[in-house]
């Protein structure tokens, strides 16, 4: 199925729209959402043609487990708020195996719960098969997001993804490091397109091109793409799913509703206090292909060691096998720090923090 930049397919199935403001945009609210914005954005969208909604943790459900600080809504809350606000909208959750349980993945399915997006890095999904298999049987909707796609390259992917379940309701292409341009998002979703029947796609802004990405990802045959108002989203934000709806409306088809998420996407703009965010790193991560997750470990590292960050980031992409980690970052900036700044960060680690490493420092 090749998809077309106005929205419609070859064989005619439009793709959709899923709007992860309420997942992906806690991110730039620290998960901190009110109740009573929370019902008036979810009223608003289910005036719309947007029939998917993911709400909940942006690391995914019971993200609690894992150490992430705890969203403002729990599950029941975020159940509760679906069920009376979403008439004609089916509304799912993320989910990560290491921490997100099948036990409460069976129990929100039993109070409403119609999709989950299982995330995972690609190279990783042969580790999660079972996890899988389990979740296709407890929820209607089962979609797998490749994390990170970007760091494996396409033709890989289907090695990766072979022995996944058949029932799954499709595979994402996840552009988490903002780095991808519209050609990779077209190879990327045609690899994935051979092994499976639906491919979805995820961009993020690092570089400005979530949304051309987006387009592009339906063109080469895409059936869901994601979006959030006003591009809310972790590290530079994601797709506006206003801009993407009037964009189709400029083109003569208003399938969305551009109007209503316009001004949806305003609420939100008005509303919301938004975490800043640093613009340099965001740039730096999407040229050279790193997560926003690290940036906070390269700045400690780098300052550390007395390098840019550039550099390290770099390094700690080449010598990654596939996602660059906490691992590679420290390997990069010993591998590339003067002899004389891997002296003193040795003696500064032996000594301990705030103590004096032989003098005058």
């Known amino acids: 199925m090749h998809g077309t930049p106005d929205g419609a397919a070859d064989d005619g199935r439009p793709w959709e729209l899923l709007d992860t403001t309420l997942r992906d945009g806690g991110y730039a609210v ?44 729990d599950l029941k809350g975020w159940c509760e708020l679906a069920a009376a606000r979403l008439h004609s909208t089916a509304w799912g959750m993320f989910a990560q195996p290491e921490f997100s349980s099948l036990a409460t993945l069976a129990a929100l399915c039993a109070d409403g719960m119609s999709f989950v997006r299982v995330g995972v890095e ?103 793409v994601d979006a959030t108002l006003d591009g809310l989203g972790r590290g530079a934000g994601n797709a506006s799913i206003e801009s993407l709806a009037g964009i189709l409306a400029v083109q003569g088809e208003d399938r969305f509703g551009y109007q209503e998420l316009a001004r949806l996407a ?41 390098l840019g960050e550039a550099a390290v980031m770099a390094e700690a992409v080449r010598i990654a096998r596939y996602e660059a980690g906490r691992g590679e970052v420290g390997l990069a900036a010993r591998s590339i720090a003067p002899k004389s700044r891997l002296a003193t960060s040795a003696t500064a680690s032996a000594t301990g923090p705030g103590q004096p490493a032989g003098g005058a420092r």
């Open 266 to 306: 305003q609420l939100c703009r008005s509303t919301l206090d938004v975490v800043p965010e640093d613009r340099r790193m965001q740039v730096l991560g999407g040229v050279i292909g790193m997560h926003s997750g690290l940036f906070d470990f390269v700045e400690k590292t780098s300052a550390e060691f007395g």
């Open 30 to 73: 620290d998960f901190r959402f009110e109740t009573e914005f929370v019902g008036e954005l979810l009223t608003g969208l289910d005036r719309t043609p947007v029939r998917l909604v993911e709400l909940g943790h942006g690391f995914g459900f019971e993200a609690e487990r894992k150490g992430a600080p705890a969203c403002s809504i």
């Open 122 to 224: 690609a190279h990783r999904v042969p580790e999660v098969l079972d996890y899988l298999s389990t979740s296709v049987e407890l929820c209607e909707r089962v979609y797998l997001n490749l994390m990170k796609t970007s760091d494996t390259p396409a033709g890989e992917l289907a090695g990766f993804l072979k022995d996944i379940p058949a029932e799954l309701a499709g595979v994402y292409v996840v552009d988490s490091n903002g780095s991808m341009l519209p050609a990779d998002v077209e190879r990327y979703v045609r690899a994935v397109a051979e092994v499976t029947g639906t491919v979805g796609f995820h961009g993020h802004d690092n570089l400005g091109m979530a949304n051309a990405n987006s387009l592009a990802a339906a063109r080469a045959g895409a059936s869901v």
